[in-house]
């Protein structure tokens, strides 16, 4: 939902009731992930996708049935090939699509949630999409780490899906959770959907040069806080990096300890070190590469990763801990340019953040979404 989250909110705050149509659950190569949402407004307008376009049709539809009949409604599309095509799932994948009437009634912590999203703070939105009761369908739960409110019908409930809900906070998950009809752990009966809005992944290019520029274009574009760092302040100014959310005149080493003494480094965080400077990088991967983060990349040439693993374990590195490294950095796309390397580097943090093999589609076979 976060992609309509602000479109959402101006028109809760005027008062207006839209429909929401969120993708609960995947299977199969399905185009969206859970959480993506679309909104219908009052006025017809659209905003966002649940399927890139595959089934917005059907989900047009029966948003603003919702809307008018009050009651929530929880749909699967693509169960057979047939159906796929009968709403244009054309690529044979199956959707769990959630929809439900917001308005200042329905989720009056809105206000509340978007607050937290600006402001950086980890919320999920937990909503009851099946019960044995109906009336308890479209509950919602507002979890933060430390508090929560609103009621999905009874204490038991609200304690048991709170805290499985801040396990999923926690690692930045979106996810459906199964219960019994009063929050027991096993049994069947109540199905609740995990919405989680914690704050972006940071990506940290360190290296203020031709190639960091593009990197934090691209790092941006790919919904990261990006963070540009080097030692040199005639180098590491806000106007060479237009799209770097933060520029930060530091030794990288310095800085990188600093940010995890913090707090704020996480397994989704992104380090892209491009100085191929031996007094910059060594200090800094040696770090580095003890962290838990997702991913660690070096630019040189093969002459300069040879030198490096070298230095990294006269450092006391172990194999294991350079095995994390990923250098050169990027993947073989033949890349030229500074926006090329970027994209080359892009792609090589996303197919190890899902497990692509980084192959041509073209010469595989069976599911492209895994």
């Known amino acids: 939902m976060r992609d309509v989250l602000d479109e959402l909110h101006r028109r809760w705050s005027a008062g207006e009731t839209v429909g929401v149509g969120t993708v609960v659950a995947t299977f199969s190569s399905a185009p969206r992930e859970p959480g993506a949402a679309m909104l219908v407004g009052p006025d017809g307008e659209v905003t966002g996708s649940v399927s890139g376009g595959c089934v917005e049709g059907a989900v047009y539809e029966l948003a603003q049935q919702v809307v008018e009949d009050r009651t929530p409604v929880l749909q699967r599309y693509g169960v057979t090939d047939d159906d796929a095509f009968a709403v244009g799932l054309t690529c044979g994948g199956i959707i769990d699509i959630y929809v439900e009437r917001i308005d200042r009634e329905t989720l009056p912590e809105l206000g509340e949630v978007v607050e937290s999203v600006r402001d950086g703070q980890p919320v999920a939105i937990v909503t009851v999409i099946e019960h044995e009761l109906t009336g308890l369908i479209g509950r919602h739960l507002i979890v933060w780490p430390d508090r929560v409110t609103g009621t999905l019908g009874s204490s038991r409930m609200n304690d048991a899906v709170a805290d499985d809900a801040r396990g999923l906070l926690a690692t930045g998950r979106t996810d459906v ?65 237009p799209d770097a959310h933060e520029v930060v005149v530091d030794w990288p080493h310095r800085y990188l300890k600093a940010q995890a003494d913090a707090g704020k480094i996480d397994r989704r965080t992104a380090i892209a070190v491009l100085t191929h400077d031996p007094k910059f990088d060594v200090p800094l991967l040696e770090f580095a590469l003890r962290l838990d983060v997702g991913y660690v990349g070096a630019m040189g040439s093969r002459k300069t990763h040879d030198d490096r693993f070298s230095r990294l374990r006269d450092a006391g590195l172990t194999e294991h801990e350079l095995e994390k490294l990923s250098s050169p950095i990027g993947l073989d796309l033949g890349a030229r340019t500074p926006e090329e390397t970027a994209v080359s580097i892009a792609a090589e943090i996303i197919a190890l953040r899902w497990g692509g093999g980084g192959r041509r589609l073209a010469e595989l076979s069976g599911r492209i979404h895994g």
Do not use: W
């Open 177 to 241: 959770l199964h219960y019994g009809p009063d929050g027991q752990r096993r049994g069947e009966g109540m199905t609740v959907f995990v919405n989680s809005f914690e704050p972006p992944p940071r990506m940290l290019v360190f290296g203020a040069i031709d190639f960091a520029t593009a990197m934090a274009k691209m790092g941006a574009y790919l919904g990261y806080e990006v963070t540009v760092c080097d030692a040199r302040p005639v180098f590491a100014t806000a106007s060479r990096f």
